[in-house]
Structure formats: C-alpha cells, structure tokens
C-alpha cells in the first residue's frame, strides 16, 4: 500500500536555527513528490516537484532533496514568517490518474 | 491569477441536512479536484474532473457525496444526509493539463455537523 510519513510531527526554531523536515515514502513507482506549505485555516501552498532521486529545488530558505526513499525540506536560516505546516505527497504508479497521497504535515514554529 | 475560490467558507448544519459547496478555478484550468481534510491529518482525495467529466472518485466518495462540473468551469460538492463523521475542510483544487497534478488550492470549506 502506497504510504507517506513525514516526522518529526511539530518542530520549533529559534530564528536562524537550520533544520530539516523528513519525508518517507512507500510507493509502487514513484510519478512525482510534492511539497507544499499550508497556513491555518488556508489551503495548501504549492513548493517544489521533485521527480527523480539526486534532484533538488530551492526557493529562498527552502531546499528540496530527493532520494529513492525520503526527501527532506531543508530550512536555513529561517524567519517567523516561515511558520506553517509542511505537507508531503506523493503520486504513484498505482493511481490511475491524477491522485496525490498526502501524509500528515509538520508543524513549524519558529519564534524571534 | 486570481485564485480558487470556494464557498461557502464556512458552513454549519445539522445531522441529516443536505449541504453544497461551490468551487471556481482558476479560468484556463481544465482540471479540478476536490480533498477532505480533518485536523492533524493531511488532505484525503476525493475526487477529480478533466473539463466537465468526472475520471476519478475515491473509494472515501460514499454515495452520500456527489460531485458535478456541468460546464467545466466551476463545480460543485454535495453531501446528502451529513453526518458528524463529515465535519471536515474540503479543499478544492485546480490546474492546467501541462502542470501536473499539484494543483492550485482553493481556501477551502469548513463543515461542521452538529
């Protein structure tokens, strides 16, 4: 069964304290994994795509690693602005069309 | 872009009560899809249209939920005879063929069932 795990489930930062969120993933041919950031009571933000083991994406603070079982979300330097709740999701071979698995996100708080 | 939009945005009803929610993509964007999401929990799919026909449901879609695209361009979300298991935000998303399935997400509905 296709499964995405992400951890640790809440993260706290100090301002310009650099960390890494973990995402792992068990799929049946992995068609894509996506990062996005969500916002309370908002919807998710799209971040990153990331097709192939080796790749990576960056957009500011963030950087998107990929490897044939997890992919990390790296945070350097981050600001309170960066506070959100992380979300994984993957697109697998056993989905005949479009569907996105989600895990269930990491909280991080980053105070000044 | 001026985004997904998606209303209500909040909408409390008792058990047992029909309730609609209303979606509007991104004009251009030929794909929509509709997500659960409950507290602490990641987005669930539910389903997901290309134009106006309907290629995929989830096996989470009882047949209390029914989802429409008449036109392709807006769609709607209905659920018959809410239950408290219901209460939920249900996101809906949308993008272009060429983009793959990330999708823009809308605010989202907040349900609750009383």
């Known amino acids: 069964e296709d499964q995405v795990t992400q951890s640790p489930e809440a993260l706290r930062l100090q301002e310009g304290e650099s960390s890494s969120l973990n995402c792992s993933y068990t799929v049946s041919g992995l068609r894509g994994l996506f990062w996005y950031r969500q916002d309370p009571g908002k919807g998710p933000e799209f971040l990153f795509t990331?097709?192939?083991a080796g790749e990576e994406k960056e957009k500011e603070r963030l950087k998107a690693t990929l490897t044939k079982k997890e992919s990390f979300l790296h945070i350097t330097a981050p600001k309170p602005e960066d506070s959100a709740t992380y979300l994984c999701a993957v697109r697998s071979a056993n989905q005949a069309g479009t569907a996105l698995i989600f895990g269930k996100g990491t909280t991080l708080s980053v105070s000044s | 872009d001026t985004g997904v939009s998606q209303n209500p945005r909040h909408k409390i009803t008792k058990r047992g009560q029909n309730v609609t929610f209303r979606c509007d993509p991104i004009?251009?964007?030929?794909?929509l899809y509709w997500y659960r999401q409950t507290l602490g929990q990641g987005p669930e799919f539910l389903t997901y249209f290309q134009n106006e026909a309907q290629l995929e449901k989830s096996r989470l879609l009882s047949d209390r939920f029914s989802a429409e695209r008449p036109k392709g361009s807006f769609s709607t979300l209905e659920i018959q005879r809410t239950e408290q298991g219901d209460s939920a935000m249900y996101l809906c998303?949308?993008?272009?063929?060429?983009?793959?399935?990330?999708?823009?997400f809308g605010p989202g509905t907040r349900l609750t069932v009383l």
């Open positions: 990331l097709y192939s």
């Open positions: 998303a949308s993008s272009r063929r060429d983009r793959g399935p990330q999708g823009f």
């Open positions: 004009s251009e964007h030929n794909r």
